[in-house]
């Protein structure tokens, strides 16, 4: 069997298997739920009220976080190859940012939660990936060690309801302790995401619009160009002072447990530290388009798969589009 055989069997067999535990999850609801409902009792681990009476969307549910007082989350992100070869070492660069990484991988973050209302929760965390996962390590780019711990991080989250619309707002926080962060004396970045959504009236149609806005605070020892790893290979020829991006996204319910989403990345946009502008939007510079299409598969209301891939609008072609998978889980 070749490599593209294999590809494409692995990734089915994901998507299969991820329904095939939803079905199982629908049929076992009604029984399971009634057990919880009768013995549930009022304790130190709940909040007072429920978010769930005015955020619907099954998404927005699971990146909320548990209802419980204190809790535990975890995101896993599968970021695979072309389309046509996902288990290969490197992924095209749809989005232009040379500071992305190119490199396939498998990685997540793991966090504890505390809710003190309903509405309003902060998350302490940290994450870890390996690259290449199913080459082992090759010493992709002059790297001596595949293996990763991304920076911890603290965020704040509000979740709640808007006039018609279900929103959720994360402030974060992240200290640069991470090797990946050090390469570049990244010593903290500060980040703001909100994300707000509608479902049209009558219909099974939702509108949403996301948006990131981070910034980058870095020591005086590294200059853009002058970054290296120990082998001497340039990792990161320029360095990004802050970032800017809007995500439009439409998601369309076939059922209570499957989705069609899709989300437009055409509005993004970077400021690099050498820029010697004196007004922050002149100098930013636009990155590619690109756009993520998949199906949201929500197994309950804490688990959430979104098995997706990734193409450029304005180049589409198989080299070219991604497959990836991205899932949410909430303990407690």
């Known amino acids: 069997m070749t490599k593209h055989q294999i590809g494409l069997t692995f990734a089915s067999a994901l998507i299969v298997m991820s329904g095939s535990l939803a079905n199982a999850q629908t049929t076992e609801k009604s029984s399971e739920s009634k057990t919880k409902i009768d013995k549930m009792k009022p304790g130190k681990n709940k909040v007072e009220g429920d978010i769930d009476s005015e955020v619907t969307n099954a998404r927005m549910r699971a990146t909320s976080g548990s209802k419980s007082k204190y809790s535990l ?14 288990f290969i070492e490197e992924r095209p660069n749809i989005v232009g940012d040379p500071s992305t990484e190119t ?8 966090s504890g939660r505390y809710r003190w209302t309903k509405n309003s929760s902060v998350t302490l965390g940290i994450g870890a990936g ?20 991304t920076d911890p991080f603290l ?12 929103t959720i707002n994360s402030f974060s926080v992240a200290a640069g302790t991470s090797e990946a962060s050090q390469d570049v004396d990244n010593v903290a970045r500060a980040s703001w ?5 509608t479902t049209i009236e009558g219909t099974k149609l939702t509108l949403g619009m996301a948006a990131g806005i981070t910034y980058n605070f870095y020591g005086g020892d590294v200059a853009d160009g002058e970054v290296l790893t120990d082998s001497g290979a340039n990792i990161e020829p320029f360095l990004t002072t802050y970032s800017v ?8 319910a076939f059922s209570d447990k499957y989705q069609f989403r899709t989300v437009f990345g ?3 946009w970077r400021h690099i530290r050498s820029d010697d502008s004196q007004s922050p939007v002149e100098g930013l510079s636009k990155l590619n388009s690109y756009q993520s299409t998949g199906i949201n598969m929500i197994l309950t209301r804490d688990i959430f798969l979104y098995p997706y891939f990734q193409f450029s609008p304005d180049d589409m072609a198989l080299d070219k589009t991604t497959l990836a998978m991205s899932a949410t889980l909430n303990v407690f």
Not at 73 to 86: C, E, F, Q, T, Y
Not at 193 to 197: D, G, K, T, Y
Request: net charge positive.
């Open 73 to 86: 989350s975890s995101s896993l992100s599968w970021l695979g190859g072309r389309i046509a070869d996902p």
């Open 266 to 268: 055409y509005f993004n």
């Open 103 to 110: 490199a396939t991988s498998f990685s997540g973050s793991f």
């Open 155 to 166: 965020s704040y989250s509000y979740v709640g309801k808007l006039g018609r619309f279900q």
């Open 245 to 252: 991006a809007l995500f439009p996204y439409m998601e369309y």
């Open 130 to 149: 390996v690259l290449t996962p199913l080459q082992g390590n090759i010493g992709y780019r002059g790297r001596e060690n595949q293996m990763n711990v």
């Open 193 to 197: 995401s909100p994300n707000f959504l």
